[in-house]
């Protein structure tokens, strides 16, 4: 089992930045590939971005290709979010995942485990 607390969301201005932390607790971490998901109101949850379980393999949605930097630290069983030039349309719950599986996936039905989100609100 793996237990996932997301943190780091909040309010920030159009262009502005933020940076959501995942804390990882449980079974072995570093064996486990993590991805995070977002959801806005009334829509799907979408895939953002995901990391390999050594870090050494990324992926990334279009849309935030260039402005999102997902990462992690093995030794502090975390994984990161950074998100730059933040849009409007960024606005969303934003989730953090793990899989049972040593490499990435952009398929949120490929997730194992789930943190409760955290919300990230871009303002014009």
């Known amino acids: 089992q793996v237990q996932l607390v997301e943190s780091g969301g909040g309010l920030v201005q159009t262009g502005g930045f933020l940076r959501l932390s995942c804390a990882a607790s449980g079974r072995a971490f570093s064996r486990n590939a993590m991805g995070w998901f977002r959801q806005a109101p009334g829509k799907e949850r979408e895939f953002v971005a995901a990391?390999?379980?050594?870090?050494?393999?990324?992926s990334y949605a279009d849309s935030v290709k260039g402005r999102f930097t997902i990462s992690r630290d093995n030794a502090k069983n975390t994984v990161y979010l950074q998100m730059n030039n933040l849009k409007v349309e960024d606005t969303a719950v934003y989730y953090c995942?793990?899989?049972?599986?040593?490499?990435?996936?952009?398929?949120?039905?490929?997730?194992?485990?789930w943190g409760q989100g955290t919300q990230v609100t871009v303002s014009s």
């Open positions: 990391i390999s379980w050594s870090g050494g393999s990324t």
């Open positions: 995942a793990a899989r049972r599986r040593t490499y990435a996936s952009t398929s949120k039905d490929e997730y194992d485990y």
